[in-house]
């Protein structure tokens, strides 16, 4: 297809295109002349994937120069690949929390299995929320964060049960949209349910 029905099916204006062709974020089309060239359906779903990198995400182009250069590194495992977008998606916390709070979220960690990149972002994320909370005077029990710890892990196994392994630039999309979209679902879902468990234990 020419740069025009690129264009139409990403949604993205030709410009727009063009810059990211510039910062080598879009690999180059098929030379047919000095001025044109020619692209397929690679280019569509790596467009779909900045896309959804940078509007849905607000990740910088940094970040996601280094998701791409992942996707595309074969020798990296699907894992690796697709935990490239992933982590970044966890925001930069100014406050990642005392000793005391970074030791309660590698408790966490241990007690259910869970492993974390050192350079993780979630970390940092998890021990920040916890600090408020123990600022304005209600931290979490242990026992709430094992409860939220495996509810965590049930949506997990579906989350990342549902990705296709063979496409790993379409995994890495799925992963990025998913998360961030239906988080305000999965929030709104557990409000509706303590508004119901409070009217249960009302009767």
């Not at 939220?148 to 990705?163: F, N, R, T």
């Amino acid at each position: 297809m020419w740069m025009s029905e690129l264009s139409k099916r990403s949604g993205l204006p030709v410009p727009t295109i063009k810059y990211y062709l510039r910062e080598e974020l879009l690999p180059p089309g098929e030379a047919v002349g000095a001025t044109r060239a020619n692209y397929d359906d690679s280019h569509v779903r790596r467009l779909r994937l900045v896309r959804a990198l940078t509007d849905v995400a607000g990740m910088r182009l940094d970040d996601v120069r280094g998701v791409l250069a992942a996707i595309d590194d074969t020798s990296l495992s699907w894992h690796e690949a697709i935990g490239s977008a992933h982590t970044r998606l966890a925001p930069l916390v100014a406050d990642s929390g005392s000793e005391a709070e970074q030791s309660r979220v590698q408790a966490v960690l241990d007690r259910h299995g869970w492993q974390l990149d050192e350079h993780s972002r979630h970390r940092d994320a998890l021990a920040g929320a916890l600090a408020a909370l123990t600022t304005l005077g209600h931290p979490p029990k242990d026992e709430l964060l094992d409860t939220y710890a495996e509810a965590a892990d049930l949506i997990a196994e579906h989350d990342v049960g549902s990705m296709r392994e063979t496409d790993r630039a379409a995994a890495a999309e799925h992963a990025v949209v998913s998360t961030l979209l239906l988080e305000p679902v999965l929030l709104t879902m557990r409000r509706i349910a303590q508004e119901n468990a409070s009217r249960r234990r009302s009767r």
